[in-house]
């Protein structure tokens, strides 16, 4: 196998998605549409990995911020529930409803900005892929991005997205102001002076506060990054990942499993020269993966020998791109993840159990751990509220049953005291997260000021959040 086929095996399957299925949630707002004047054959839902679906009773997408409110505020919906959808990106049941979905995708879009404050405010169903160039064109730049650039704005900020860096908050972190149509078809525009507390709600809402439509975004002028990918022995990234975190802008690492060996990703700003573009590797590296796992598992020595063998010869590689070029990278193949962020002091203990764990009794996962570094902020339902985090994420091939491998790992990530990201799967209940949120109860009396009756409230949600109050 060639160096560059090899790498791009184990990079892009760690973390990769289906291009089709990346398509096909971008063409969820069409359906969305084709079904808005109520057709008689209702188009099920599902999300990106396959793992949660429904079947709504309408799907819409409105075409003006008005279109929504007389939706919300139409006596003949009104005893449906509503839930908000962006790229269907999530893996937990935020989305699901056999009421009505509502797609923000046909408002899109820098809306305005305040060069003074470099600030933009940006439509809520912008895709993030699509706001790099309109953002440079003002000469304003996102703070950070996640792996990937197919969520929509509203539904990012939804679950405290966040991507790595320790000096670099979560996207919310970065939400000025944000405007929601709530349950009655009312519009509410909220920032730290106007309607405080629903800011503090709203930026990470889960989508059960209203539906958001715009968001007021604190950015950065335009940067330069070198990106720079080494390959590591696992106990020699462990030893240095805590200082690494702290020297550069952004870090991060992966760890593969059964091999030993992981590698380290580190994004600095730079001035020099931009990298040549890449020519287009078509390597499906997940199969190849897949195989390897197929081959060598039953040998887990054996295993280690060769995979770890080959990734020592690795080198070391860079790229300098503008930064809404740098960060991101396609997904190729479909999987299901969970994801704690856990205390900075304790990430190291969480991560080394995980991996024993693994390496002892589930030796068909293949893809790799991923470790980000997290600045706190103070959103109330920010799993890094006044919490500087290290987030762990494990990760099961979309085909294979991921309940014992999630089962095995969650109670260690509890155990260090662990955030789940909202996107991701847990099994937590209300009185666990009221455990982990000092503002959870704040957060209940908002959501329940604004929707008393649950409209948007699907059954998982109900279970967090409603004492009776869900339209199921
Ligand atoms: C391949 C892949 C890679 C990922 N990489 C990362 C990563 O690097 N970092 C990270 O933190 N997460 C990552 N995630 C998780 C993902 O970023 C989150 O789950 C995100 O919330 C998905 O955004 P979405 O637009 O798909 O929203 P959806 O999943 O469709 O919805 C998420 C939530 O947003 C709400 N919502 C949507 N639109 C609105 C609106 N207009 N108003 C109010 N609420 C709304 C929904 O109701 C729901 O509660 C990844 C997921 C996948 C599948």
């Known amino acids: 196998m060639e160096r560059r086929h090899f790498l791009q095996l184990l990079v892009s399957t760690a973390i990769v998605g289906h291009t089709l299925s990346l398509q096909a949630a971008q063409q969820a707002p069409a359906q969305a549409q084709s079904n808005a004047g109520g057709s008689k054959s209702p188009l099920p839902w599902r999300n990106w990995s396959g793992s949660q679906q429904s079947v709504p009773a309408m799907r819409v997408a409105p075409r003006s911020v008005t279109e929504l409110q007389e939706l919300l505020a139409a006596p003949n919906h009104r005893h449906l529930p509503v839930r908000p959808v962006g790229s269907g990106h999530s893996f937990s049941a935020l989305v699901p409803t056999d009421g009505i979905l509502v797609s923000m995708a046909r408002l899109s879009g820098v809306l305005g900005h305040d060069d003074s404050r470099c600030q933009a405010k940006v439509a809520a169903g912008t895709l993030l892929g699509q706001l790099g160039q309109p953002l440079e064109a003002i000469d304003q730049a996102l703070f950070n ?7 929509s704005l509203a539904g990012l900020l939804a679950t405290a997205t966040h991507g790595t860096g320790s000096k670099l908050m979560c996207l919310s972190g970065y939400v000025s102001a944000l405007t929601l149509v709530t349950a009655n078809g009312e519009r509410i525009e909220c920032s730290q002076t106007q309607h405080p507390d629903l800011f503090q709600a709203a930026r990470v809402g889960l989508g059960c506060l209203g539906i958001v439509t715009d968001v007021t975004l604190q950015n950065t002028r335009p940067y330069r990054l070198r990106k720079t990918t080494e390959w590591l022995p696992i106990e020699d990234i462990l030893a240095t990942a805590d200082t690494l975190a702290d020297q550069h802008r952004n870090f991060e690492f992966y760890y593969i ?4 060996m ?51 010869t690795l080198a070391r590689e860079q790229k300098v791109a503008p930064s809404w070029q740098n960060y991101t990278s396609d997904r190729n193949v479909r999987f299901n993840e969970m994801e704690y962020h856990l205390p900075r002091e304790n990430w190291q203990k969480a991560f080394r ?18 470790v980000r570094f997290v600045q706190a902020d103070d959103a109330w339902l920010s799993p890094f509220y006044r919490r500087d985090s290290v987030s762990i994420a494990v990760h099961r091939f979309f085909e ?4 014992p491998l999630f089962a095995a790992v969650e109670p260690i990530f509890r155990r260090y005291g662990g955030r789940p ?10 009185a666990e997260f009221q455990a982990l949120y000092p503002k959870w109860q704040a957060f209940c ?15 998982y949600l109900a279970g967090l959040f409603s004492d009776n109050t869900s339209h199921g």
């Not at 990201?421 to 209300?430: D, E, F, M, R």
């Open 353 to 370: 159990e995980v991996v024993d764990l693994v390496e002892n009794r589930f030796p068909e996962v293949f893809f790799p751990f991923e």
């Open 145 to 151: 991005m996640p792996d990937i650039d197919q969520q």
């Open 257 to 260: 499993p059964f091999s030993g």
């Open 262 to 312: 992981g590698f380290t990703s580190t994004h600095d700003l730079t001035d020099d020269p931009l990298s040549a573009t890449p020519a287009l590797d078509q390597n499906d590296g997940a199969r190849d993966l897949q195989k390897a796992r197929d081959y060598l598992a039953w040998s887990p020595r054996l295993r280690r020998l060769i995979l770890g063998g080959y990734m020592r």
């Open 400 to 403: 294979d049953d991921y309940q």
């Open 421 to 430: 990201h909202w996107g991701k799967l847990n099994t937590l209940t209300a």
């Open 445 to 459: 009396e908002v959501r329940k000021s604004l929707d008393p009756n649950g409209r948007f409230l699907n059954p």
